[in-house]
């Protein structure tokens, strides 16, 4: 399947990249590193990145954008992102071909070709995959731009190889990526500075947060304290993992109101899947790290019920308890 998508990127001359909505990381570094690798080897094709600038990750890089003329007789090709309904930029239609290339479970396939490998820690590690797959029949080269996006993506996506979606594999990859002399410290020090407020708002969660007898920690934060503290939703999500690593603490969820009044979950697990409730709630994602979206708070009633019993039933099972 690696040697199929690359021979797509190699027959069409004008190649646009998407990637899911509210972009993270890994979604920005799949995208814009798999666009420098094509733009190094091919000079001529038309290489475009499209989708929502968020400013937050603006160090990354910034979309080219398309027109859609751009789109007539050529391969798009889409990041990270499980389902049609998040893919930012619907024009992804108006394409001659589509290739998904994800690493979450299998939610739809929305593309001509479907290209998904969950046990990849992070999307960009598939794209070092397909580079490695690739590279010498096609004598591709990583450039620094590459792999600093690449990079910045499976650091991210694996928790600095935290998280036990890290696998040798996930090293092997990044043994590649440390090859091409990128600069490691710039990249941490974008990736984790926390502003004042970030910091100052952490506080708040910290005095916050409940803590329900089966392990599920939750925080909720009304639209007008996210003001105070300068928040947006591109920013608000560096607050998701102040709750982790508690001491009998199993899932942990952030509730933040939006401007339309609807309630945006993150959702975070070191104990049951959790993806599956997420889906139930208009969200989805990995098992251990999922998103979801509810109509007013009193639905977070609802999410935190599920957690809760899906915490107990993970104690009875795992631990006994
Ligand atoms: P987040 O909590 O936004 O950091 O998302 C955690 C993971 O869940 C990421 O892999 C997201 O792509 C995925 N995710 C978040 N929200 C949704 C959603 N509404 N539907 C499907 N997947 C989602």
Known sequence: MLKEIWSHIVAFDKIIIHRHISPDPDALGSQLGLAALIRHTYKDKMVKTVGFNEPSLSWMGEMDGALDEDYEGALVLIMDTA?????????????????????????????????????????????????????????????????????????????????????????????????????????????????????????????????????????????DVQKSYQLTTGTRSALVNTLANIEGVLVWVCLFENEDGRIRANIRSNGPAIHEIAAKFDGGGHPKASGAMLSKWEKSQELLDELNEACQMYRRETMNV
């Not at 939610?107 to 999307?123: G, L, P």
Request: proline letters at 1%; hydrophobic letters at 35%; glycine letters at 2%.
């Open 83 to 223: 389902n049609s309904a998040r893919i930012d930029d619907s024009r992804y239609k108006l394409a001659a071909k589509s290739i998904k290339i994800d690493h979450h479970p299998v939610v739809e396939e929305y593309a001509d070709i479907n290209y998904t490998n969950t046990s990849a820690s992070s999307t960009s590690e598939i794209v070092v995959n397909l580079y490695e797959f690739n590279k010498e029949a096609y004598q591709l080269q990583l450039s620094e731009e590459a792999a600093t996006c690449l990079y910045t993506g499976i650091i991210a996506d694996s928790g600095r190889f935290l998280y036990d979606n890290t696998t040798i594999d996930t090293l092997k990859a990044t043994q590649l990526l440390y090859a091409c002399e990128i600069d490691r410290n710039k990249i941490h020090e974008c990736l984790y500075r926390r502003s004042l407020n970030i910091v100052q708002a952490q506080g708040y969660v910290l005095s916050q947060f409940e803590v329900s007898e089966a392990g599920v920690a939750y925080f909720k934060m009304p639209l």
